[in-house]
């Protein structure tokens, strides 16, 4: 059926009237866990103000922020600078807060109250405010004044004693996962809160914790230990449980391939010829086959070795058996599938040109996901925002010339 006059208007106006339009966030986050929080309330239209302190003499603010992980990051914001130490800054700061609707941060958790930026500061402001932390474990508690970053996260939560190869000692996994798993979850956690603010009218104080993050991404391995009391070692490119799944190699590289259930294991077996396998008692069942997983492994690899990945691929997709490549970063981004779902977004920025940045993962039907706003410079739009809560050009040119902004 075709779409009418109205349906056309509808979905132009979702394309810019994003999910979040009219809910403004003030971002005091540092690093990336935070910022990977903010960044979700950015993409889907929020108003995001990204406040900073002023530069020390000598900072490589450019070199910095001109690469390409802050370009990433702080992309669909609008950026000012704050001396927040300041009386006059702090107050710009209320100012803001009067009129916003989420602050974001992830200092320190004693560093907030000695700012006096903390929840129960703003809240005294507008109690309608949803405030989102994240702390390296916690806000509170014996470990809550400790700082905290990823890879200490990922050893104190076991993510680094089950990741690697038996016997090799621990391994961290090759992407900051608790920082990103923490931001996102505090985006989720403030989303809900607004949705309850909706209802009741009354802000909340979310939180969560790289610590809390880690061990919350268990998931399964978690379960397997407070139910079985069985303790998860390191199983390197094994699946823990299912076998056979796990990276076998090709005659010009390596495949990842799961087959652990018995039904996929069976076409597995008849798609390789070797249906012989199927009538190994040790074999028939995935407690069987977990147990020999090496001989399992074994005889698989001496098969897939003798062809090249494409061929077994190709061969496993149509006998409905999970398989894929095991791709470089290059070879990701140049995957038909991955630029079908235009994981590579092009954001144009006066500082930097024509770049390419990571789209978000999530799809809104009737919402576009493309960037709309560069990577701002710090202050970059500091007298708009200020006027915007009442600032006169005198009054921003005299907290400029005293350092505060």
């Given at each position: 059926?075709?779409?009418?006059p109205a349906d056309?208007a509808?979905m132009?106006d979702?394309t810019?009237?994003?999910?979040?339009n009219?809910?403004t966030?003030l971002?005091?986050?540092?690093?990336r866990a935070?910022?990977?929080?903010?960044?979700?309330?950015?993409?889907?239209g929020?108003t995001?103000i990204?406040?900073?302190?002023p530069?020390?003499d000598?900072?490589?603010?450019?070199?910095?922020?001109?690469g390409?992980?802050f370009?990433?990051?702080h992309r669909n914001?609008?950026?000012?600078?704050l001396?927040?130490k300041t009386?006059?800054?702090?107050?710009a700061f209320?100012?803001?807060v009067?009129t916003a609707?989420?602050?974001l941060?992830?200092m320190?958790a004693?560093?907030?109250?000695?700012l006096?930026?903390?929840?129960?500061?703003?809240?005294?402001?507008?109690?309608?405010?949803?405030?989102?932390?994240?702390?390296?474990?916690?806000?509170?508690?014996?470990y809550g004044?400790?700082a905290?970053v990823?890879?200490?996260a990922?050893?104190?939560?076991?993510?680094?004693s089950?990741?690697?190869?038996?016997?090799?000692?621990?391994?961290r996994?090759?992407i900051?996962?608790?920082?990103?798993?923490?931001g996102?979850?505090l985006?989720?956690?403030?989303?809900?809160?607004?949705?309850?603010?909706d209802?009741t009218?009354v802000?909340r104080w979310?939180?969560?914790s790289?610590?809390?993050?880690?061990?919350?991404?268990?998931?399964?391995?978690?379960?397997?230990?407070?139910m079985e009391k069985e303790?998860?070692?390191?199983?390197?490119?094994?699946?823990?449980?299912g076998?056979?799944?796990?990276?076998?190699p090709?005659?010009?590289?390596?495949?990842?391939?799961?087959?652990?259930?018995?039904?996929?294991?069976?076409?597995?077996?008849?798609?390789?010829?070797?249906?012989?396998?199927?009538?190994?008692?040790?074999?028939?069942?995935?407690?069987?086959?977990s147990?020999?997983r090496?001989a399992?492994?074994?005889?698989?690899?001496?098969?897939t070795?003798?062809?090249?990945?494409?061929h077994?691929?190709?061969?496993?997709?149509?006998?409905?058996?999970?398989?894929?490549p095991?791709?470089?970063?290059?070879q990701?981004?140049?995957?038909?599938?991955?630029?079908?779902?235009?994981?590579a977004?092009?954001?144009?920025?006066?500082?930097?040109?024509e770049?390419?940045?990571?789209?978000?993962a999530?799809?809104i039907?009737?919402?576009?996901?493309?960037?709309?706003h560069h990577?701002?410079?710090?202050?970059?739009?500091q007298d708009e925002?200020?006027?915007?809560?009442?600032y006169?050009?005198?009054?921003?040119?005299?907290?400029?010339?005293?350092?505060?902004?």
């Open positions: 059926m075709p779409e009418s056309k509808m132009a979702a810019t009237r994003l999910p979040l009219g809910i966030v971002d005091l986050t540092l690093a935070g910022p990977t929080a903010v960044r979700h309330f950015a993409d889907w929020a995001v990204r406040i900073e302190p530069a020390s000598g900072e490589d603010v450019a070199g910095r922020r001109h390409f992980d370009q990433n990051l914001k609008r950026a000012i600078t001396n927040l009386p006059e800054g702090h107050e209320m100012r803001l009067k609707d989420v602050v941060e992830n320190r004693n560093v907030k109250h000695r006096k930026v903390s929840y129960d500061d703003v809240k005294a402001v507008n109690p309608r405010i949803v405030y989102g932390s994240i702390s390296g474990f916690g806000q509170d508690g014996p004044p400790r905290g990823d890879q200490i990922q050893g104190m939560g076991g993510l680094m089950i990741t690697g190869e038996p016997g090799r000692g621990p391994m996994v090759g900051p996962i608790d920082d990103l798993t923490a996102n979850l985006a989720m956690g403030c989303m809900m809160a607004l949705f309850d603010r209802r009218g802000g979310v939180t969560t790289l610590l809390e993050a880690q061990i919350f991404m268990l998931d399964f391995q978690a379960s397997r230990w407070l303790v998860a070692g390191q199983a390197g490119n094994d699946h823990p449980t076998i056979p799944t796990g990276v076998f090709t005659s010009d590289g390596h495949i990842n391939i799961a087959a652990s259930s018995s039904r996929v294991f069976t076409r597995f077996c008849e798609a390789i010829e070797r249906k012989d396998w199927l009538e190994r008692d040790d074999w028939k069942t995935q407690v069987g086959r147990k020999d090496k399992i492994n074994a005889a698989i690899s001496e098969i070795a003798t062809r090249p990945s494409n077994w691929i190709e061969l496993f997709e149509a006998n409905g058996i999970p398989c894929g095991i791709y470089s970063i290059d990701v981004f140049a995957d038909p599938q991955v630029k079908h779902l235009g994981m977004t092009k954001m144009q920025s006066p500082h930097v040109g770049a390419e940045v990571v789209a978000s999530i799809n039907s009737g919402f576009s996901k493309a960037i709309r990577t701002p410079d710090p202050g970059e739009h925002i200020m006027k915007s809560v009442g006169s050009d005198e009054e921003i040119a005299a907290l400029r010339a005293k350092g505060v902004i």
